[in-house]
């Protein structure tokens, strides 16, 4: 693995995220979203849909009960740097940056909260960071530009989608001991597990597929097809049910996953880049365009979308999933009141946000 910075491969546009046999529920960082590959090449912009990477996923969906917020906010820039933006969601302030590794892309929290996984794409590694501290602890190379990852709760698995090469790369946890990459489809860029553990879902944003991974066999089984350009999935709170958001069609694909067969289409306002549910909830935040839609998952129907007031870039939930927080492609991260629609004062971080994460209090 190559540890310098390389020119990347042309990718998806402007966008706008083990071995250890036992584990349960997964905590993914909530980051999923489209090409954002351009450090060393000229930016491209999409309109008012920018960026997202997990937004994830990314774009994945987690409990996230913290204050603290992780933000990815430099990936669409020519010099990506190495440092996370920092958001306190209680005081709505922006705190020191940390720093992850060049390029950092996507996030994952420990179930506790204690430990956060940061995908560094400029250097094919998976850094864990303290979140007492915001130190670095370990990091572990992984396959060619990890472009997503998810834990599973019991804290002693990992999953990263590596979108240069094709794979998911397991890693035990604590360790950071890297496994037997698994093959996947094309430009793997948004991951999540079933919270019932059973299986991973990986999408794929060069074939417009799903890859499902049984678990713990860590096997990869048939492609599902998805919509153009699946940038995010999250899985329902029942494991029944995926969710997919496929940015070139402005909908979201549900997938049944008894039967590993999508149903029809759900749209949405704009091209979405990414997903958050909790559970113990009944709705699920899709962000895209310069909105939030919320889908309510009893119909799989899309309710009236909420504004953000920028392009949404990524979305993650917090106190208990009563508030959404919301990247904006103007370098802003939003407070929305999923209750009463309500937008709050925005933070502003710089960057071009494009994947957030709150981790739930790891100590009092």
């Not at 096997?219 to 997919?244: C, E, F, H, K, Y």
Request: proline residues 10%; aromatic residues 2%.
């Amino acid at each position: 693995m190559s540890s310098a910075p390389r020119a990347p491969a042309a990718r998806h546009p402007a966008r706008t995220g083990s071995r250890h046999r036992a584990y349960d529920l997964p905590v993914p960082g909530t980051r999923t979203h489209p090409s954002r590959r351009a450090w060393a090449l000229p930016i491209l912009v999409l309109s008012t849909a920018a960026v997202l990477a997990g937004c994830t996923s990314g774009a994945s969906a987690a409990e996230q009960t913290g204050s603290i917020a992780y933000v990815a906010n430099l990936a669409n820039r020519a010099d990506p740097g190495s440092t996370v933006a920092v958001v306190d969601t209680a005081t709505g302030t922006s705190l020191p940056p940390v720093t992850a590794g060049t390029l950092p892309s996507a996030f994952a929290a420990s179930p506790d909260g204690a430990q956060l996984l940061v995908t560094a794409e400029g250097q094919d590694k998976v850094t864990m960071l303290d979140t007492s501290t915001r130190g670095v602890i370990a990091s572990a190379n992984v396959g060619l530009e990890p472009d997503a990852v998810a834990v599973a709760p019991n804290g002693k698995l990992a999953l990263v989608a590596n979108f240069g090469d094709n794979t998911v790369t397991p890693i035990s946890l604590p360790s950071l001991r890297t496994g037997t990459p698994i093959p996947v489809g094309s430009q793997p860029t948004a991951i999540a597990i079933a919270p019932n553990g059973s299986v991973a879902l990986v999408a794929n944003f060069g074939d417009n597929t799903v890859t499902p991974i049984s678990l713990p066999a860590l096997r990869a089984g048939a492609p599902i097809p998805a919509g153009p350009q699946p940038v995010a999935v999250a899985v329902t709170p029942d494991s029944q049910t995926a969710l997919v958001a496929d940015f070139q069609a402005g909908a979201v694909t549900p997938i049944v996953l008894s039967s590993m067969t999508a149903s029809p289409a759900i749209a949405v306002d704009g091209n979405p880049t990414g997903i958050a549910m909790q559970p113990g909830t009944q709705t699920a935040y899709v962000s895209g365009g310069d909105v939030l839609t919320p889908i309510a998952l009893t119909t799989l129907l899309a309710k009236a979308p909420v504004e953000v007031g920028a392009g949404a870039t990524a979305v993650a939930l917090a106190n208990r999933g009563s508030m959404a927080w919301v990247c904006t492609d103007n370098g802003t991260v939003v407070p929305v009141d999923v209750a009463t629609g309500h937008r709050g004062k925005a933070v502003k971080i710089g960057g071009q946000p494009s994947a957030i994460v709150i981790p739930s209090a790891a100590r009092s």
